[in-house]
Every structure is written in C-alpha cells, then in structure tokens.
C-alpha cells in the first residue's frame, strides 16, 4: 500500500503512521502520481488507484484500476474510475475487491464448466447418436439457466439471512470441493510424474479398449440395421438383438423401423388435435375446410377429368419398405416423394376417365389403377418402397359448381326415383295381370264344369219328369198349371181352393191392398159358380 498526497511531507507521514501505511510520497502533483504509478507497472505490479479530487483524474486513468470515492468525488474523477465506491468510507475497499473477484471467479465458472464443458458434452453426446436435436436443444436451454442461477449468487453477497446462511454454507462446501480438487491433482500429477510410461500406456490401452467396444450395438424388436464399411454395405436388415461391428470411423450403422405401414395424405393434411384448435360443426365435402385439424389443398386435389370436367381428389397412400438399403440411400424424403408420384399417378388415371365414372361407379377400379402406376414409377426409381393401398377418401365436385351440381344430381335422382316406381309398377302390375289371367281362365273351366254337371243334371231331371208324366200325367198338368200361374203372376198374393169340395177349380185374386169383396159375396159367387161347374162338363180354366 502506498500513500500519493499532494499535502505536505509531516502531515502524509502523521496519516501513515496512524493507518499503518509504510510508504508515503508528499507534496505531489498529478503528474508526479502518474509518474510513481508508472514506475510501479514498470517492477510488474497491478497498481489499483483509490482518489477523490480533481487532481486524481488522470493517475486513476493511468492505474490498472481506477477506483473513485463517490460520496465525495468530483464528477471527473467518477467518470475517470473504473469501480466507484458509493460512500466515502475506505473500508468498504477490501469489499469491493472481494466482490470483484468472485465476480471473475463467477465469469470464470461460467465459462468452464457452462460454456465450454457442457457444450463439449453435448457435442460429443450428440457425435455418438446418444444426443438428439430435441435433447441439445433442452440441454443448451439448462447451460444457459446454470450460468444465469449461478450469476445470481452474487446478489446474495453479505446479505443477512437464511439465504445468505444457505449461500455461506453452499460456498463452504464448495471451497472443501475446490481444496479436495486441488488436492487431488497435485497428488496425480505427482504420481503421473513417477509413473509417466506407465500411465500413457494404459490410458492408451484404455481408450482403445473403449473404441473396441464401442461396436457393440443394440437393435430393438422392431427394427432392422444396414451395417456399411467406408460406405460401402456389408450387411442388410440385421435383425433384433446384440451385434457387433467394427467401432466408428470405419463402419457406420443405421436403424430403422422397416415393416412400419406409413401413411401419406393427398389432397388434403390433417393436424394433431389440440386446446387451441378450433374444430367445425361437421365434416362434410361441400365444406370449405378453412379451419380445424383436416385442411383441404386444392393445388393438390384439383384434378381434370377424360370428359374436361373438374373434380377434388383427396386420398390416400399407404406404404412400407421392401428394400432396405434402396430406401435408406437413394430416397431422402420419402413422404414427399410418395405423395409426388400419387398425385401424378392419380392424376394420369383421372384424365382418362369421365367423371360420372369416378364420381360413382369406378372408384375401386381407379384406386387399383392408380395404385399399379404408382408402384411401377416408384420401382422404376429403385426407391425400395412397397405400396400397399391407394383409397379415395373424398371425391367431389369443385365448391364452385357445388349449387348446379346438386341441380344435376336432383334431377338425376327425380329421374331414377320414377324409373323406380315404373319398374316397381311393372313388377307390381305383371304378376297381378298374371294372377288375373290365371284366375279367369279358371274360373271359366270351373264354370263349363259346372254348366256341363249342370247340363247333365237337368237332362237327368227332364227323363225324370218325362219319365213322372207319362205314369202320372194328371199330376203333371196341375203342377205345370201352378207353375206357369206363378210365373205369370210373380209377386201376386193368391188363393188355390180345391176343386173337388167347390166343384169347379178357381183361382181368387186379391189386391195387394186387402180383398177387393166383402166375405159373404165371395163365398156366394163361389157357391154358385161351383154349381154351374157340376151341370156342365169338366173344363179346367187356365
């Protein structure tokens, strides 16, 4: 510690007695600071410069450090310090220096282990396929929130509290680490001395042992490797289990999921479901599908058709590997290309059909097609993919024509829905025309048998009645008399009186409204009438 005063010589050395100071310049000029300060970097000192007044200025610009008492500083000398002490007090000086290497101790711990030693970890992890992109990423995330939480700790220094008590005994630890650390590579370091053959050899031995066995790989159930040597394959689908290859540089391994059926969207993309996507109502083809997880591409799935008509094409193309090292070497992006040539393909197809055919009644037809014309363009490209199925997930009109179309598509099921109720009509009415027929032509033999039994019947009953009149033809007469009376006078009310007591047969008619003469009357008229009868001969009146 030196004492640069501009005061004279009794008072700098009172004021180094009293604080201890040994060595003391008085009655300086600025310069003159500045020429002991150089003096001092000149025998290789780090000169920190502690001043308050304007005369200080240019000696804390020449030091190493220039620190300024700020309580009672004049504003050049502030500007001129490199650190500037808030008070006046020149105890807070050893603080300050305190603080100021822990800070570079910080900066220095950012930087090792932080900065560079988590970053080579990293790099070297993800050098050995242990690190992927997702993990570097969290992994260069949590370096920077390390540097950040141990910068913090600075603010808790002399602070009262339990988390400055936490901090102390943090620190603490950390010293006895430090000590142990220092400890412990003084000692290897003097072992390695004793031992340096010894010790190259086997970290030598030890490092080759290490590549060696890094060639030791593991392949899962479900996949299948392609081994290759200085680019060149020496072994295909490896199966599942433990392997060995010769370590990296010279042979080189990759995976992959080879019997997986992919999956390719054409015409439309469809998005994970998630809180903030909104979703509509329904999905249906007339709908634009601006929003929600299934977005339509029309670029994709506009398509011409034989007939120069538009329709929307959306489907699908699944597909797995068939050859591995094709797949892996000769395609980068499969998806894409998969999508590239269905499109094409389906494309080709639809050009060459009408649009009713694809609309309606050809789809399978087109989907098998479409199908073969992609497998033969992948094939002819040696892409070592298999397709397994083309489906038409959606096909339509464009939205455009949507309200002439559904006009069409009416009609057209007007026109079917009356060639169905004439052809149900046609079926209905035939069999019953049929049953008809049918019928009738029963009916009439059923009715000539019956006219014929009849018949039969009748003339039976005529050689009856013939038969009846010649034994009793009396009888005969009077029966065909009645009869004959009673078809004459259907519907009549008459009286028969027998003959053989009147002695003359008469027949009475009476009105339908009662007799027409009084009892007495009648019986006399009969009375008489029967006399007459017996004077005269027998002659039946008809």
Request: charged share 25%; net charge positive.
């Amino acid at each position: 510690v030196v004492l640069l005063t501009g005061d004279n010589a009794a008072i700098a050395r009172r004021i180094a007695h009293e604080v201890g100071v040994d060595e003391f310049h008085a009655e300086l000029l600025p310069q003159g600071k500045v020429a002991i300060v150089q003096q001092l970097q000149n025998k290789g000192h780090k000169v920190a410069m502690v001043g308050d007044g304007i005369n200080d200025a240019p000696v804390l610009t020449a030091a190493d450090v220039g620190i300024a008492l700020g309580g009672i500083g004049t504003d050049i000398t502030v500007d001129a310090a490199d650190i500037v002490l808030m008070t006046d007090d020149l105890s807070k000086l050893p603080e300050a220096i305190d603080v100021c290497r822990r800070t570079l101790k910080t900066i220095r711990q950012n930087l090792q282990w932080f900065a560079i030693g988590v970053n080579t970890a990293g790099v070297l992890a993800s050098v050995a396929g242990v690190l992927k992109p997702v993990g570097a990423a969290v992994m260069h995330q949590f370096a920077s929130l390390l540097v950040v939480l141990n910068s913090l700790r600075l603010l808790a220094y002399r602070t009262e509290g339990k988390l400055h008590l936490w901090l102390s005994r943090g620190r603490e630890i950390w010293h006895r680490f430090e000590l142990w650390a220092s400890n412990s590579a003084a000692k290897s370091k003097a072992w390695f001395e004793r031992n340096r053959r010894g010790a190259i050899v086997g970290a030598v031995a030890s490092v080759f042992a290490i590549w060696l066995l890094s060639g030791i790989y593991i392949i899962n159930p479900n996949e299948v490797a392609v081994v290759q040597l200085f680019g060149r394959t020496i072994a295909e689908d490896v199966p599942s289990g433990i392997h060995y290859r010769l370590p990296p540089p010279l042979t080189k391994l990759t995976k992959i999921r080879k019997h997986d059926l992919r999956r390719v969207e054409i015409g439309f993309r469809t998005f994970p479901i998630s809180k903030h996507l909104r979703e509509p109502f329904a999905y249906e083809w007339n709908f634009p599908h601006q929003f929600g997880r299934y977005r339509k591409l029309p670029e994709e799935s506009l398509m011409v058709t034989g007939d120069e008509n538009l329709v929307s094409v959306n489907a699908v193309v699944h597909y797995r590997i068939s050859d591995t090292t094709d797949f892996l070497f000769r395609v980068k992006d499969a998806d894409e290309l998969v999508r590239v040539v269905g499109e094409s393909a389906a494309r080709e197809i639809v050009a060459q059909l009408p649009s009713d055919a694809i609309l309606v009644s050809e789809r399978q037809m087109v989907e098998s097609a479409v199908k073969a014309r992609t497998q033969q363009i992948l094939s002819s490209y040696r892409t070592g993919i298999e397709v397994v199925a083309f489906r038409l997930q959606d096909v339509h009109p464009p939205l455009e024509v949507v309200d002439a179309f559904r006009k069409v598509a009416s009609a057209f099921e007007q026109k079917l829905a009356m060639v169905n109720q004439a052809e149900a009509y046609r079926n209905e009415q035939i069999p019953l025309a049929k049953g008809k027929a049918s019928a009738q032509i029963e009916s009439a033999k059923a009715y000539k048998i019956r006219r014929s039994v009849r018949a039969f019947g009748e003339a039976q009953r005529f050689v009856m009645l013939a038969e009846v009149y010649r034994n009793f033809p009396e009888v005969t007469r009077v029966r065909l008399y009645l009869e004959a009376i009673e078809q004459a006078l259907a519907g009549k009310p008459k009286i028969i009186m027998d003959a053989r007591k009147l002695g003359r047969r008469q027949m009475l008619f009476v009105e339908e409204k009662g007799f027409s003469l009084t009892l007495a009357e009648t019986l006399q008229n009969l009375m008489q009438q029967s006399q007459q009868q017996q004077q005269e001969k027998f002659v039946p009146q008809h």
